[in-house]
């Protein structure tokens, strides 16, 4: 049972577009919504994370965009940058559960075109 | 510096001829877990552990066997390695309780091929 779905698998844009990456998960209990950034040959490495009790978050070109009753987020990326290419996961735990563990979506490889 | 430490990096095996990959971490983290990756699957977790003598399976331990004799050492054990073991494998650790902040520092990877 896949508890987090995200969406696209793959994503092409070219320098300076905005690409959205979609995650919707199940479990209400859920808590805490981070964004991994992986680069090849890489492990992968927290960029942004989000708590429910806000709508919107952002770091410089990065912005979590949070739905709680749809049980969505998203990750949009500002003005990308070819540099900007890698796999993207989008997780979520509880952090007052079995802390630590992350539920991983399936990841999206992310190309940004020069 | 603060870091994850896999070893080896690449390893190239046969079916059946057991196998440690040593993960280690300086930053004195309760928490350690072992992930594999495969193509279109994501990260999948294994196993994990809480703190010293304390593991508890992941969603794919099948196949898999970890320790936590220290704190900073979480070695995952293929004891008759099978090429559907064939995967790039992270360690993670991090912090438990407030500090955490739910942040785990991932290692380099371990690119394993079974035989």
């Known amino acids: 049972q896949q508890q987090v779905k995200q969406s696209p698998q793959s994503l092409i844009v070219q320098k300076g577009g905005i690409p959205i990456i979609n995650c919707a998960y199940e479990n209400t209990a859920f808590d805490y919504f981070p964004w991994y950034q992986q680069f090849p040959g890489k492990g992968p490495a927290l960029l942004i994370a989000i708590r429910p009790d806000v709508s919107e978050k952002k770091e410089g070109r990065f912005t979590i965009s949070f739905n709680k009753s749809a049980k969505q987020f998203s990750l949009h990326i500002m003005d990308s940058q070819p540099g900007d290419s890698a796999t993207y996961f989008c997780?979520?735990?509880?952090?007052?559960?079995?802390?630590?563990?992350?539920?991983f979506g399936k990841g999206t490889k992310l190309s940004v075109k020069p | 510096e603060a870091q994850v430490t896999q070893n080896p990096r690449y390893l190239i095996t046969v079916t059946g001829k057991k196998l440690t990959v040593t993960c280690s971490q300086n930053?004195?983290?309760?928490?350690m877990s072992w992930y594999r990756q495969d193509p279109g699957l994501g990260l999948r977790q294994i196993y994990y552990s809480m703190n010293v003598e304390v593991t508890d399976k992941g969603d794919v331990p099948e196949g898999y066997k970890v320790s936590r004799k220290e704190k900073r050492n979480f070695p995952l054990i293929l004891e008759s390695p099978s090429p559907n073991q064939t995967s790039l494998y992270f360690c993670?650790?991090?912090?438990?309780?407030?500090?955490?902040?739910?942040?785990?520092?991932f290692g380099a990877g371990t690119r394993l091929s079974v035989l």
């Open positions: 993670a650790s991090s912090f438990l309780g407030v500090r955490a902040k739910n942040i785990q520092y």
């Open positions: 930053m004195n983290h309760e928490y």
């Open positions: 997780a979520a735990s509880r952090m007052g559960g079995s802390q630590g563990n992350l539920i």
